[in-house]
């Protein structure tokens, strides 16, 4: 089973979910489904990079599996690793229990038996802690899995991402080889705060995503706000142009846009001019430099 029929199949149907895409963003979307590769998805935060994968699993029904990274996620986290509290409590009731943990001799004395049939009970799927990576190899449904943030891990863990990522399998040496059934629909994020490596970009298709452009953005807010004048809308959208042209902290992302537009239609303003614009600065921009710089530059007049 396909994940999209074409890259306007794509569109519509990510539409339909509530995201909105450009042509490149739907042809890219639609070359991963169908050629199962990796989609590496780069861009500064807050452009939709991850919505987009979450799109994904709404438009196609899939089941969304996420690995979220970070400094310090290690294999156990990622991938999988054995429940040994219960692995111990298995181990201690074998030993107490003398017609399995010893035989008796004829002369009435006892002798401890093999281990070897405990060793293969306690390493089976009774005691394994799936984590993201084999969680989503292991589904036999449609699969969305989101790598966010990958850029954020060790670079280690690529090695890790290079295995599992080839050939969409994993080898649990105490198991054998587990391989996927039906290859899930792979999202990588990355805000590009590291050069990721040659051979992790070389497994996956690759987006660059930006800011939208303010007739797209305007679009979006309509979508995810209805009911927002179109005048707001346009004002709004070329307030926040000119706070991305500053040296912010965190330039507003899309999903501030949003809340803004949200802020605006709950407070019943109509007009953003400098005041409502002062008054409503902490629902786009969350650091006090941040707001002290817009107030500067958009002559604001006010904190």
């Given at each position: 089973m396909t994940w999209f029929d074409s890259p306007a199949d794509?569109?519509?149907?990510?539409?339909?979910?509530?995201?909105?895409?450009?042509?490149?963003?739907?042809?890219?979307?639609?070359?991963?489904?169908?050629?199962?590769?990796?989609?590496?998805?780069?861009?500064?935060?807050?452009?939709?990079k991850t919505e987009l994968a979450k799109a994904v699993s709404r438009a196609t029904g899939a089941e969304l599996v996420r690995l979220q990274c970070y400094e310090g996620l290690d294999e156990a986290r990622a991938l999988y690793e054995w429940n040994y509290k219960k692995q111990l409590l298995a181990i201690q009731a074998y030993g107490a229990q003398p017609q399995r943990g010893t035989a008796t001799t004829v002369d009435g004395n006892h002798q401890p038996q093999p281990w070897n049939d405990l060793d293969h009970s306690i390493f089976t799927d009774e005691f394994l802690l799936t984590r993201p990576l084999l969680t989503a190899i292991r589904r036999e449904a449609q699969t969305v899995l989101l790598i966010d943030e990958v850029d954020k891990t060790d670079i280690e863990v690529e090695g890790l991402l290079l295995e599992v990522l080839s050939d969409f399998q994993v080898t649990i040496p105490e198991l054998g080889t587990v391989a996927a059934t039906r290859r899930p629909f792979v999202v990588l994020t990355s805000n590009a705060s590291r050069e990721?490596?040659?051979?992790?970009?070389?497994?996956?298709?690759?987006?660059?995503?930006?800011?939208?452009?303010?007739?797209?953005?305007?679009?979006?807010?309509?979508?995810?706000?209805?009911?927002?004048?179109?005048?707001?809308?346009?004002?709004?959208?070329?307030?926040?142009?000119?706070?991305?042209?500053?040296?912010?902290?965190?330039?507003?992302?899309?999903?501030?846009?949003?809340?803004?537009?949200?802020?605006?239609?709950?407070?019943?303003?109509?007009?953003?001019?400098?005041?409502?614009?002062?008054?409503?600065?902490?629902?786009?921009?969350?650091?006090?430099?941040?707001?002290?710089?817009?107030?500067?530059?958009?002559?604001?007049?006010?904190?």
């Open positions: 794509v569109a519509t149907r990510l539409d339909a979910s509530g995201y909105l895409t450009d042509p490149a963003t739907a042809t890219t979307t639609f070359l991963a489904g169908a050629l199962e590769k990796p989609l590496l998805l780069e861009g500064p935060a807050g452009v939709g990721l490596s040659e051979a992790l970009k070389r497994r996956c298709l690759y987006l660059h995503l930006d800011y939208p452009d303010a007739k797209r953005e305007r679009e979006i807010l309509h979508k995810q706000v209805p009911g927002l004048d179109d005048r707001i809308a346009e004002q709004l959208v070329a307030t926040v142009g000119r706070l991305r042209d500053l040296e912010l902290k965190k330039a507003p992302s899309i999903a501030e846009s949003v809340d803004w537009a949200r802020t605006l239609i709950a407070l019943e303003i109509r007009d953003l001019d400098e005041v409502a614009i002062a008054e409503t600065l902490g629902a786009v921009l969350k650091h006090q430099s941040d707001h002290q710089r817009a107030v500067k530059e958009l002559k604001l007049g006010r904190s």
